[in-house]
């Protein structure tokens, strides 16, 4: 097959049809399962923020992804602004909960995405695009046609809407999504979202279909492939159990999982009579047991130290610690 995905649908036009039937989910808007219904085009907001341009906060190689996605060149990160989630504890909280970061034009983007390969990153990380899928497929389409040819990963906090992922289908390589929660009540209260659950799962089985288990290149380089994120909280207040069964029972023990220790108490977790203190080593070793246990054959670990080098700070120019660009 040929890699990336999105160079086959560049010389038919399919990519700018996809990106053009995008748009038209911004008026009245169903980008994403919020399902709003406000006219963005017309510049207004609804539960994301994001009117008709999509926002970034950074673009940028980033050093703290999985292994197979940084590389030794790193990740070719655009952090995109605003959220269609509310999650208490968000660690991203200055961009994703304010519409503070600067607009941009797609055209403008696509410039980000082809500075960013020719700095030498790995792939385009799509950092939270869930609800600016639109405007970046609009971007990559423009990307593309100058030149774009590396992966391009979509790196989501897994609330997606089935209509936008089969637009990406052909388009993105690699998927990265969250599993934030393993029942709907946490994601209630934690996420103001009744519903993640079923959806989640959905938008999983969807991705799992378009890109199937994690294939590498000679160099350790993740070029396609489903990767779940699964972020371990205090007293497994995610349900990780169940989301494990899921994902082993409907998906495949093939999957690649990322198994993350890096919670600490950020944005209104501070002082949380749940959320207010990071995960213990028995928290974190009782989850990977819980991998083996269930037969996982691949999956990323984090060290305990992850919590003191995974703490992003937007207002810095390289973001990150661990020696981002």
């Given amino acids: 097959m040929m890699y990336p995905s999105h160079r086959t649908h560049l010389s038919s036009g399919e990519l ?130 100058q030149g774009l040819t590396i992966p391009i990963l979509y790196n989501s906090n897994g609330y997606d809407s089935l209509d936008m992922l089969r637009l990406f289908d052909g388009v993105a390589d690699i ?32 991705m799992y279909r378009q890109v199937g288990d994690v294939e590498f290149d000679d160099d350790g380089i993740v070029r396609r492939g489903l990767i779940v994120r699964i972020l371990v909280l205090p007293e497994d207040l995610a349900r990780v159990h169940d989301s494990l069964v899921f994902l082993a029972e409907e998906l495949s023990t093939r999957v690649w999982l990322s198994i993350m220790s890096q919670y600490y108490p950020a944005h209104r977790a501070v002082g949380h009579p749940k959320l207010g203190r990071s995960i213990t080593p028995k928290e974190y070793e009782t989850v990977l047991e819980w991998v083996d246990r269930l037969g996982f054959e691949n999956f990323y670990a984090q060290g305990m130290d992850s919590v003191e080098v995974c703490r992003p700070d937007f207002e810095k120019d390289g973001v990150f610690d661990f020696g981002d660009a």
């Fill in 175 to 206: 998927y990265l999504p969250d599993l934030k929660y393993g029942d709907d009540s946490a994601g209630t209260w934690a996420s103001s979202v009744d519903n993640y659950v079923e959806h989640a799962h959905a938008a999983l089985k969807e």
């Fill in 16 to 145: 700018f049809r996809r990106a053009e039937e995008a748009r038209r989910y911004l008026a009245p808007c169903r980008v994403c399962l919020r399902a709003c219904g406000v006219d963005r085009l017309a510049g207004k907001t609804g539960v994301c923020g994001i009117g008709a341009k999509a926002t970034v906060a950074s673009a940028l190689a980033h050093h703290g992804e999985e292994p197979g996605l940084s590389g030794s060149r790193g990740a070719g990160t655009v952090f995109f602004g605003g959220c269609n989630l509310r999650c208490i504890f968000c660690q991203n909280f200055q961009i994703s909960q304010t519409a503070q970061s600067p607009e941009y034009e797609p055209e403008e983007i696509a410039a980000m995405m082809l500075r960013l390969q020719d700095e030498g990153c790995h792939n385009i990380d799509l950092v939270s695009p869930s609800h600016v899928a639109p405007q970046v497929l609009e971007a990559i389409a423009r990307a593309a046609e």
